[in-house]
């Protein structure tokens, strides 16, 4: 039985709502600005992303058909919250829910989480050696054994749990679903842009240096995911009933700057990948995402997590 290998972080519906001909996309390099045509079954694909590395699975590619599956209701609904608009409260529940999919169920997402329980084992191994409780490595091999020098690998499986864990929770689902929904549909001859991290959580006045980082829940926090080229979700928690509002040229050029800062390698858009790539460039030094931080106090360790959001003075020096 052939077995699915290559794993659609974004799914394939969402891709062909930003292609011109549902079958092909411009993939925009941030760090470089150069771009290229795909076919969308190759594009935002990574070989076995969604595998069950665990001895207890019997399908480690069970996930990747879930996930396909549910894929398949989503695409309806996204389809029905385009057609109804917000007034289809069912239908822009599950948009909402394919938004805290979307950010939580992405490379830089799995990336992050992986380099963080890798440093957190190496402390801890580190905190057992300086206490004895480790074997002393044999003569000779004191310098490839160190603490230092170990390659630490984290199990796909404790990713992949980490990060649907996080996008089904409860009480995420619970801050996003009570939270004021925008969709902005687009005047002729403009489009939005979407990326390998879609999902842009905005703050006015949160800066990089900011201790404890933007969530959810943050008062002034707007929450944006492009849903095709002709349309875009905000979140905010503003006063008021649900709306849906004609983007402004002026709507359109920030949305897109949220999304291309977001993006971590790659920005996707079905037309004018040049006049688009002009524009990724003048971000390419700028994060926003996950991010955290070693923090020692002489024999005590801990990390300190937050998201660093884009804000209005977010520029290519990554200020």
Known sequence: ???????????????????????????????????????????AAIRDFHEIDSDSTEDPYALEKSLARLEGELAEHLRLFLSDGVLNEAALAEVVGLLSMLRMRVPPVKYHIERSLASTIRATAKAMERAGKLPKPPPGLEDALSIDNLSISIMNWKCL????????????????????????RVPAGLFFVTSDQPVAL?????????????GPALRDVEITLPLTSQALLKLDHEPGAH?????????????????????????FVGEQPDRIAHQVLQFRSVFAGFRFDDVRAGSQFFQLHRFIAVHPESTKNGT
Do not use: W
């Open 161 to 184: 749990e980490l990060m649907f864990g996080m996008a089904t929770s409860p009480d995420i689902l619970n801050i996003l679903g009570r939270m004021r929904a925008t969709l902005y």
């Open 243 to 267: 709306c849906e509002k004609l983007a402004t040229a002026d709507e359109m050029k920030e949305f897109n700057r949220r999304t291309i800062i977001m993006a971590h390698n790659y920005v």
């Open 1 to 43: 039985m052939v077995q699915p290998r290559k794993h659609h972080y974004l799914p394939q519906f969402y891709l062909r709502g930003f292609s011109h001909d549902q079958r092909a996309i411009f993939q925009i390099e941030k760090a470089t600005g150069h771009y290229y045509g795909c076919q969308i079954k190759d594009t």
């Open 202 to 214: 905005y703050h006015p006045t949160a800066r990089p240096s900011d201790p404890y980082g933007v």
